[in-house]
């Protein structure tokens, strides 16, 4: 089946700091793509949408200007979590377009 | 706007026993999705089950059924045999046909026990 690598798995960083994570399609191309934000104990949030050469597409909530997310190609996105702060901390997922389950293993960001 | 509602935060199961959890959603729209999914402790989500809306007969995968009415918006999922490997986080979801967009329950904590 069609693979999916994010990375990193996990990261600590340092209030203040950017964090980047990668997701990546291994074996298949897509236009869109979707990174969701969970914590602990609860459901998958909707972040943003990203689309191939376009600007993404931010859910209500979600600060554009913290969560920049970059879509230069059909196998590859990346959110880069600016200035983090510890209300950041959090698992992060990205997922690919389509109705099978193409998802990233996820990211634990923590912002100490 | 979509909404996803899983109604019972936990359940447990004996192995080799059948559990039901239940979601209902709500939309405005004919043509669409909807998925069980499952999250391990591992955090990976795996698709458990698949759905379309057009379709009457109710999706099956081994083990895993559901239980689609569509004019009351219900979509729960059986799980028969129970194994402890089914120990794990399930989200409901549903998806409309134009925007791809996963719009994901509260989830259900599912414990099977030996």
């Known amino acids: 089946g069609a693979v999916v690598s994010q990375h990193p798995s996990w990261v600590i960083c340092k209030s203040g700091t950017s964090v980047k994570i990668e997701c990546r399609s291994l074996d298949f191309q897509a236009t869109t793509m979707f990174w969701y934000r969970q914590f602990p104990k609860q459901s998958l949030m909707l972040m943003a949408t990203s689309n191939e050469g376009s600007k993404a597409t931010y859910e209500q909530g979600v600060e554009k200007d913290k969560f920049l997310i970059n879509h230069a190609s059909l196998t590859l996105s990346t959110l880069t979590v600016t200035s983090a702060h510890p209300e950041d901390s959090s698992f992060y997922i990205c997922?690919?377009?389509?109705?099978?389950?193409?998802f990233g293993q996820g990211t634990r960001l923590t912002v100490v | 706007a979509q909404t996803v509602t899983q109604s019972q935060p936990e359940m447990s199961v004996q192995e080799a026993e059948t559990v039901t959890l239940s979601c209902t959603y709500d939309t405005s729209e004919n043509n669409y999705y909807l998925f069980w999914y499952k999250q391990p402790p591992s955090r990976q989500m795996i698709l458990v089950i698949r759905q379309e809306a057009y379709k009457q007969q109710n999706a099956t995968e081994n083990r895993f059924s559901v239980n689609f009415q569509k004019a009351a918006k219900s979509f729960s999922l059986k799980i028969s045999d129970s194994q402890l490997g089914d120990t794990a986080m399930y989200f409901c979801?549903?998806?409309?046909?134009?925007?791809?967009?996963?719009?994901f329950g509260t989830g259900t904590r599912l414990q099977v026990f030996p």
């Open positions: 979801a549903f998806m409309t046909y134009n925007t791809d967009k996963l719009i």
């Open positions: 997922r690919f377009e389509g109705t099978e389950a193409f």
